[in-house]
């Protein structure tokens, strides 16, 4: 059985816990101290997820290449190259920093004016609250409601991913939230609606070119 090969990418505020995620995932163990991630760092992660078949259970086997983002880049700098191809885009807030909840629409807003509108099913975005470990610690407080994430997810058509703690998840459970995202997504777009997307602006582009060869037949 051929795998289903989807990009995903972990993008939000500086210091909300993407690389921290990332981290988890890639070892299984959490780094406490503050990393910056320069450039991309990339890593293939392998799961077999039962999901929705034409009304039936069905298993299938996905390959996820998991991509963290630079966290000094401003969602002003996020540059096509982060998100085009991208399946998946995981939008990260902290839920004791309000700000980096309110630039959520700004992200939102970076991500439609970069590879187009969320209704087009070429992509699927998940909204998740990280560091909820933090909440009651020293001087830290919740920030930013549960409820008030739902709902910026039903006004932008995200996907609303849940509150989190990359620090105190186990592995286990982390693996198994990733299978709940592979799943949504999937359900969003299907197998590759991106693939048939490119499929389509490449033919346009042979035809375009076939056009000027045509020109400059003697």
Request: one cysteine or more; a positive charge; proline letters at 0%.
């Given at each position: 059985?051929?795998?289903?090969?989807?990009k995903f990418i972990l993008i939000g505020n500086s210091g909300v816990g993407k690389t921290a995620i990332f981290?988890?995932?890639q070892s299984g163990k959490f780094y406490d101290q503050n990393i910056s991630t320069i450039g991309v760092a990339k890593k293939n992660f392998f799961f077999t997820v039962?999901?929705?078949?034409?009304?039936?259970?069905?298993?299938?086997?996905?390959?996820?290449?998991?991509?963290?983002?630079?966290?000094?880049?401003?969602?002003?700098?996020i540059t096509f190259n982060y998100y085009k191809s991208s399946d998946g885009i995981l939008l990260i807030y902290d839920i004791t920093d309000r700000s980096s909840f309110e630039n959520v629409e700004q992200w939102m807003n970076s991500i439609k004016d970069t590879i187009g509108n969320t209704q087009?099913?070429?992509?699927?975005?998940?909204l998740i609250g990280n560091k909820l470990d933090q909440i009651g610690q020293q001087d830290f407080k919740r920030e930013v409601t549960e409820e008030e994430s739902v709902n910026i997810c039903k006004e932008h058509n995200m996907i609303w991913g849940g509150e989190q703690s990359a620090k105190?998840?186990?592995m286990e459970d982390l693996i198994e939230l990733f299978k709940g995202y592979?799943?949504?997504?999937?359900?969003?777009?299907?197998?590759?609606?991106?693939?048939?997307?490119?499929?389509?602006?490449?033919?346009?582009?042979?035809?375009?070119?076939?056009?000027?060869?045509?020109?400059?037949?003697?």
């Open positions: 059985m051929s795998k289903i090969s989807y981290h988890k995932m039962e999901v929705q078949e034409n009304g039936k259970n069905v298993k299938k086997d996905f390959e996820i290449s998991l991509h963290d983002t630079a966290g000094q880049e401003k969602f002003r700098a087009d099913s070429k992509y699927a975005v998940i105190e998840i186990k592979i799943k949504q997504i999937y359900e969003r777009i299907g197998e590759k609606k991106q693939a048939k997307q490119t499929l389509k602006s490449v033919q346009k582009y042979k035809k375009k070119f076939s056009f000027f060869d045509n020109c400059f037949k003697v």
